[in-house]
């Protein structure tokens, strides 16, 4: 079947030209002269691929490409911008990091420059979706988390070493999450390992798991070997260990499998793929493949990258780390890197390789004329709460309902230099990367992916002359762009309402702004999660209103099982409802989401102590941690 294209340009002489090229080479072409109208057929036809021009009037190829990127339908669709001012190596690289699957072609091009730039992406998309398993070889996973991260992937890595088979579950490019089926790598042996687990007590906990139908972590709570806090850092360990342990697979086969979607877990991975590659390289890469890997950059010189989107990733640095990151400014070369710091030759090789993979690094063959002085910093990713959820909305309002200069907080007369100042301080504030060791919702993460790309958009056009002076005529002719975020601020301003209703019991009025919150979000998983409860507390006998708010909070797990509320009011539901087999399970999703949950470890001993009563047998071993919370 031939590949649909469609054409976004309103020059029609650029359409018809591209259109007939298209449909004689086999394609089956379309062309549109407006953005909005190319939207709506992408949104509602399937296409293989879009070629867009970059300074669209009414809407800029950045723009489509952005709202592309944020529908399932569309999110891996592969964008080509044309452009007739030509872009710098480097912003075309900070938009294609922006944008993922994006290329860059100046006009005016050639038939074989066209051609040649096709072949690469179907190429790349066929690789992607129709090829068999790949064999692996010295370097294929560090590259390849590299490279799904930059695509920003979602689907399946699926990996296999012998008899070992692993899958890692790829979002948006970061890895969060890895299933096995090694033995040694089950939660009970990784203990034993570690010292904190005798091998009879793993034992017996596998017995009492099988016996009770029962995750092992809660029964290792029950016998007392392991605290909420300790169940819920192993696990995380855990998933985090499988994807590590195969940087030491030099054979095998590797396979991705693109999907928009898959069932989430609440343990996640919580490193980028930036830190990953290093404590891999760190951990498992030998002496041998790192002098092979860097053989060939030895007479480069290093310095650190230009494009903030690779430069400003979390990669967890030590303080040798950092001090070889600053030295690579253009003006040594690797080998003199290394050789400066004879008594850690291994480690700076490792730095060094981490930093390359991750684009951290670029290379040349001459030194630079003047070194970058900027260094690595940023502050460290916080644990999300309600200060910073309002500092990121109101951002996200500042930058958002701004035009470019506003957004980066320059003027019009702004040089240069300090623009890119401004984007590089910007773009490290609110680089994704950042905001990994966060409980972020995942429509909060779409609002930190949506300014990091209005950001570099609008860097990218004010760092250009030609650009900048196009984008001031627009504005002077038709006043800034304005994005509507009313139902943003409208949803959050319900949801604080409903809160402040919940407090004082008023659960029918925070259950109707809650409602409302959902209706104008309804990505937001958190915001179903308190319209359920409200809901059900607000009629707690009626079964029809039981039945919608589990119906909800299961849709609201689906898309967060990593907020413990959800498990925690469905469980309580469940209980009303009589199925006491499946709040069991909720209060235990609880406290693997949330040691410190106390509602569940409460509603746990409880049921416990009913069990106790009924049948009078009570394991020597059973919930030792939970008398704990018996005072």
């Not at 300074?55 to 592309?68: T, V, Y």
């Not at 029950?222 to 499988?242: F, I, N």
């Not at 009626?542 to 299961?554: C, E, F, S, V």
Request: with cysteine.
């Amino acid at each position: 079947m031939a590949r649909h294209i469609l054409i976004i340009d309103d020059d029609r002489e650029t359409r018809n030209f591209l259109t007939q090229a298209f449909n004689a080479a086999g394609f089956n072409a379309e062309s549109v002269d407006r953005g909005a109208t190319g939207l709506r057929k992408l949104l509602s036809e399937d296409y293989d691929l879009v070629l867009v021009d970059y300074n669209m009037a009414e809407i800029s190829g950045p723009k489509i490409c952005q709202a592309l990127r944020k529908h399932d339908k569309t999110r891996e669709i592969p964008v080509i911008m044309t452009s007739a001012a030509p872009l710098s190596a480097d912003q075309s690289k900070e938009v294609v990091a922006a944008y993922g699957n994006c290329e860059f072609l100046s006009r005016p091009f050639t038939g074989p420059a066209l051609q040649t730039l096709l072949e690469r992406i179907f190429l790349a998309a066929d690789g992607r979706q129709a090829s068999g398993p790949r064999p692996i070889a010295d370097y294929t996973i560090p590259l390849q988390l590299h490279r799904l991260y930059v695509e920003k992937a979602t689907g399946l890595l699926h990996l296999q070493h012998g008899q070992a088979k692993k899958v890692v579950y790829i979002k948006d490019g970061y890895p969060i999450f890895t299933r096995s089926n090694v033995l040694s790598e089950c939660l009970g042996r990784m203990l034993v390992r570690e010292g904190v687990l005798s091998e009879l007590d793993c034992d017996q906990s596998v017995d009492l798991s099988r016996e009770r139908g029962r995750l092992q972590g809660t029964v290792l709570i029950e016998m007392g070997v392991l605290t909420p806090q300790d169940l819920h850092e192993a696990l995380t360990r855990q998933v985090t260990e499988k994807l590590l342990a195969t940087f030491a697979w030099k054979e095998g086969t590797w396979q991705f499998v693109p999907g928009k979607d898959f069932k989430k877990s609440i343990t996640r991975i919580k490193l980028t793929p930036a830190t990953l590659i290093l404590q891999g390289i760190t951990r498992f890469w030998s002496a041998k493949q790192l002098d092979y890997f860097l053989y060939p950059y030895g007479r480069e010189y290093l310095k650190q990258t230009g494009n903030p989107h690779y430069r400003f990733q979390e990669i967890n640095l030590n303080k040798r780390g950092e001090a070889v990151f600053r030295e690579c400014r253009g003006v040594k070369t690797l080998n003199e890197i290394v050789d400066g710091h004879p008594l850690a030759r291994r480690e700076v090789q490792q730095i060094l390789t981490a930093l390359l993979i991750s684009e951290m690094l670029d290379h040349q063959p001459t030194a630079e004329a003047s070194a970058i002085q900027d260094s690595l910093g940023g502050s460290e990713p916080k644990v999300i709460n309600e200060s910073l959820r309002r500092k990121i909305l109101e951002e996200y309002r500042r930058i958002m309902d701004s035009d470019y200069f506003g957004a980066l907080m320059v003027s019009r007369r702004s040089e240069e230099d300090e623009i890119k100042k401004a984007y590089h301080r910007l773009a490290k504030e609110y680089h994704p990367d950042r905001f990994l060791g966060t409980e972020l919702s995942n429509e909060m993460r779409t609002k930190i992916n949506e300014m990091f790309q209005y950001l570099t958009q609008a860097y990218t056009v004010l760092n250009n002359r030609k650009t900048r002076a196009d984008y001031l005529n627009k504005l002077d002719g038709k006043g800034h762009r304005r994005v509507d975020i009313n139902r943003v601020v409208e949803a959050e301003s319900a949801y604080q309402e409903g809160l402040a209703y919940l407090k004082i019991n008023s659960f029918t009025k925070a259950a109707e702004a809650f409602r409302k919150a959902a209706e104008l979000s309804p990505e937001e998983p958190e915001y179903k999660t308190y319209f359920a409860w409200a809901l059900y507390k607000s009629d707690p006998e009626n079964q029809a209103k039981q039945t919608r708010a589990a119906d909800l909070l299961q849709l609201s797990r689906e898309a967060n099982p990593g907020l413990d509320l959800t498990h925690l009011y469905l469980g309580k539901i469940y209980l009303v409802q009589g199925k006491e087999r499946l709040a069991e399970k909720a209060f235990e999703m609880a406290v693997q989401a949330n040691p410190d949950c106390a509602e569940a470890l409460r509603e746990l001993r409880l049921m416990l102590l009913r069990r106790e009563q009924q049948g009078g047998n009570k394991d020597s071993h059973s919930w030792d941690l939970f008398g704990r919370f018996r005072k």
